[in-house]
């Protein structure tokens, strides 16, 4: 099985694969934001923080213990989105830009925390070990992100997923429907946070080295971009969204030096032009039935 | 010692506030964050830089063309980058201004190469004046005396002016100015204006005091100044200012007490502490959401 994967994974250019692996990971991230900030309304401008501690986390529990991969990942997740549940807890009580600015303080903070820790070697990073698994890591990856899509697919229209609809549309009015809206809005930080925590240990591993600097603001905005640019709350939104800017970079490289210039004119145009995101209003799972021809249901 | 120390934080402190205001005064009329804000003060830093060393200026007559130049720059962005986006979702416009952050950093980038410049030796007369006890130099007397004057004259047009007014009443509510016969579209052109001017001003005097000019200097100096904004409570101008002066000496203090590896997060956790006790603000008016 593993001899198979391994010659599916070599068979394809490595360039490619590498794009495909950044894809498959800004999914995972992407779908965790979506929980907080699509699903449940709240802007959170600090995701990044979230994907270093688990990114940290992650290589540290590779490097001092023998733990599979998939149990690190569960352990890494379990850990992050514990911290975001105990950070949640006093800032989820702010609204709007007052929460956002206080996510953009929090991933500084844990920035800053990170580029003065002895154990993660300050300023300098770490080189992460090789993943304790015999699957390849594109492989990984791919099935983590496929997993995040069934997950939020599944919590989008479950009980927890309506009650956190309820708070994004009116949340006073949650809260006079009796919906316990700290709870279910720590429950949603908590659970987009795992997801970003399993995202950074994948990134760990699949780039085997890390940085603290390469958690800044610049990439707490590159997930919620991805986010916005697919659809606020929409899965279909998101994946779309996180594949086109994570590879959006990598197709531009021919421009080289024009390259960023590009993309910021890019998120400008696009929100000009698709001020809902690419599929923001569009109903995926109608397109799909109508283009099998078949009437969906309740029209 | 003590002495020193305040007044090297009241010198950051007011580049911290010139520049929250541009983030306080377009947040009052919009709703808006305006992440470019960063990339104007960045772009009034260059233009002042260039203006000294290419045709041997004068720095007030170098800040006043780097005020004008960042002028057209704010109206331009706002114009193509925001106004299509005011009916649509706020996040929207905040990609945009991401997008616009982005695209101005990258131009500097490629413009003005990756390495800081520094100003030409004697762009500004430095001198050391002792009083008592604390080495006080003429660049800190003039970045607190221009953004003192600064603020006076904001202060003076908000307050005193017919389009101060119709700001007042914009941002008190959009809709019902623009029944009133307020040209909204106007008012706010002329917000961003205000705002990257005072933005250009602190960039030529952070580029003056720490005699370096670089591509990504907007980026942590916007992000400090917006934690001044809402530290003092958003959309509050008296706000900005108190916010930007207390980061300013809290981070001075921070670092010469030895936390100077830190010192980024510094600004920060102040923000973050002083929001959960009192969540809008410093000056901000709490406000009750009505069903």
Not at chain 1, 190 to 209: E, N, P, T
Not at chain 2, 276 to 288: A, E, F, R, Y
């Amino acid at each position: 099985m593993a001899d198979f994967l391994n010659s599916l994974v070599g068979s394809i250019d490595p360039y490619m694969l590498q794009i495909l692996v950044n894809v498959g990971i800004a999914i995972v991230l992407a779908l965790g934001l979506n929980v907080i900030t699509g699903l449940t309304g709240q802007l959170s401008l600090g995701h990044a923080a979230f994907m270093s501690i688990g990114a940290f986390t992650s290589a540290m529990v590779t490097i001092k213990t023998g733990l599979p991969f998939f149990a690190n990942l569960a352990v890494t997740g379990v850990v992050t989105a514990i911290v975001a549940a105990a950070i949640g807890f006093p800032i989820l009580r702010l609204t709007g830009d007052y929460l956002a600015i206080c996510t953009l303080g929090f991933a500084e903070i844990v920035k800053v925390f990170f580029l003065n820790f002895e154990p993660t070697n300050k300023a300098l990073g770490l080189t992460v070990p090789p993943a304790k698994t015999s699957i390849p890591m594109p492989i990984y990856v791919w099935v983590v992100a496929i997993l995040a899509i069934i997950l939020v697919t599944f919590v989008q229209s479950s009980r927890f997923g309506r009650a956190l609809k309820a708070i994004r549309e009116d949340e006073i009015a949650a809260d006079a429907m009796g919906i316990n809206t700290a709870r279910y809005k720590i429950q949603a930080f908590a659970l987009g946070s795992f997801m970003a925590g399993i995202g950074g240990g994948l990134y760990a591993h699949f780039l085997s080295y890390i940085n603290p600097s390469d958690f800044g603001f610049l990439k707490s905005v590159d997930i919620l971009a991805m986010v916005v640019l697919g659809g606020l709350g929409s899965v279909p939104g998101a994946v779309i969204g996180s594949s086109v800017l994570a590879s959006a970079p990598e197709f531009l490289r021919f421009m080289s030096q024009y390259r960023m210039l590009v993309y910021g004119a890019l998120l400008v145009f696009l929100m000009v032009f698709r001020p809902n995101g690419l599929l923001g209003g569009v109903n995926v799972t109608e397109l799909l039935l109508r283009a099998v021809g078949r009437k969906p249901a309740g029209k | 010692m003590f002495l020193q120390q305040l007044v090297n934080g009241v010198a950051l402190g007011s580049v911290y506030a010139l520049i929250a205001l541009g983030y306080t005064m377009v947040y009052g009329i919009i709703t808006l964050i305006n992440f470019a804000h960063g990339e104007i003060f960045m772009a009034g830093a260059f233009i002042g830089l260039l203006l000294v060393s290419a045709f041997k200026v004068n720095v007030f007559v170098a800040m006043a063309g780097a005020m004008v130049f960042c002028m057209l720059m704010g109206v331009i962005i706002e114009l193509i980058a925001y106004r299509p986006l005011r009916k649509s979702s706020r996040l929207s416009a905040l990609i945009s201004a991401i997008g616009v952050s982005i695209f101005l950093s990258s131009l500097a980038l490629m413009v003005f190469g990756a390495d800081a410049k520094g100003f030409p030796d004697g762009a500004f007369p430095v001198r050391q004046i002792k009083v008592g006890t604390a080495d006080i130099s003429t660049l800190q007397i003039l970045i607190i005396g221009v953004s003192a004057v600064l603020m006076m004259a904001l202060e003076f047009i908000v307050q005193k002016t017919k389009i101060g007014k119709a700001m007042r009443a914009t941002s008190e509510d959009y809709n019902t100015s623009a029944l009133m016969g307020i040209n909204v579209n106007r008012v706010i052109s002329f917000t961003f204006a205000l705002g990257s001017a005072l933005a250009a001003a602190g960039g030529v005097l952070v580029g003056v005091l720490f005699n370096a000019v670089s591509f990504n200097m907007g980026l942590m100096a916007g992000l400090k100044a917006f934690a001044a904004a809402v530290l003092g409570g958003i959309g509050s101008i008296p706000g900005a200012m108190l916010g930007g002066l207390l980061l300013g000496v809290s981070e001075v203090f921070g670092v010469a007490i030895g936390y100077s590896s830190y010192r980024d997060a510094i600004a920060f956790t102040i923000l973050v502490l002083v929001l959960l006790v009192k969540p809008t603000g410093l000056l901000g008016q709490k406000i009750t959401k009505k069903v």
